[in-house]
């Protein structure tokens, strides 16, 4: 909050343990009600997977409703957040994967590896066709 100015969140996300849970769930959902007015709380425990959100309504705490893939949404991101490979993850709203940093770049080096692929093959082609041999039946 120092960096934003006093600014509470308008968004937050509790990663919990075995030892923060019952806090998380009580007391800090509290004060983010009460004091932060966080317009989204959500909570997420990695080990058994727990996974809830809430929308402040009327000043309390509202449980979000999942959608048919078991995602919430949020408005304040845009996004849904949902559970995907046993990871908290964020969603579009038509439901697709928001890639991670290191999983764009990935992609793009597959892409970049493919391509380079394809224009291999189709510069090998073009060269057994001036050697009159026709790649589509070898």
Do not use: C
């Given at each position: 909050?120092?960096?934003?100015?006093?600014?509470?969140?308008?968004?937050?996300?509790?990663?919990?343990?075995?030892?923060?849970?019952?806090?998380?769930?009580?007391?800090?959902?509290?004060?983010?009600?009460?004091?932060?007015?966080?317009p989204?709380?959500?909570?997420?425990?990695?080990?058994?997977?727990?996974?809830?959100?809430?929308?402040?309504?009327?000043?309390?705490?509202?449980?979000?409703?999942?959608?048919?893939q078991?995602?919430?949404?949020?408005?304040?991101?845009?996004?849904?957040?949902?559970?995907?490979?046993?990871?908290?993850?964020?969603?579009?709203?038509?439901?697709?994967?928001?890639?991670?940093?290191?999983?764009?770049?990935?992609?793009a080096?597959?892409?970049?590896?493919?391509?380079?692929?394809?224009?291999?093959?189709?510069?090998?082609?073009?060269?057994?066709?001036?050697?009159?041999?026709?790649?589509?039946?070898?």
């Amino acid at each position: 909050m120092w960096e934003e100015y006093g600014k509470y969140p308008h968004v937050v996300v509790e990663i919990m343990s075995e030892s923060t849970a019952q806090t998380d769930k009580g007391i800090k959902k509290k004060i983010y009600q009460d004091t932060f007015r966080a317009p989204y709380y959500f909570w997420f425990d990695p080990y058994t997977l727990e996974f809830a959100g809430f929308h402040l309504g009327d000043g309390k705490y509202q449980p979000l409703q999942a959608n048919a893939q078991g995602h919430l949404w949020s408005k304040q991101l845009g996004l849904y957040l949902g559970i995907h490979q046993e990871l908290l993850r964020r969603f579009t709203p038509d439901g697709q994967l928001v890639l991670t940093p290191e999983e764009t770049i990935v992609q793009a080096q597959e892409t970049i590896v493919k391509a380079q692929a394809q224009e291999r093959v189709e510069r090998l082609a073009a060269k057994l066709r001036e050697l009159n041999i026709d790649p589509d039946t070898i």
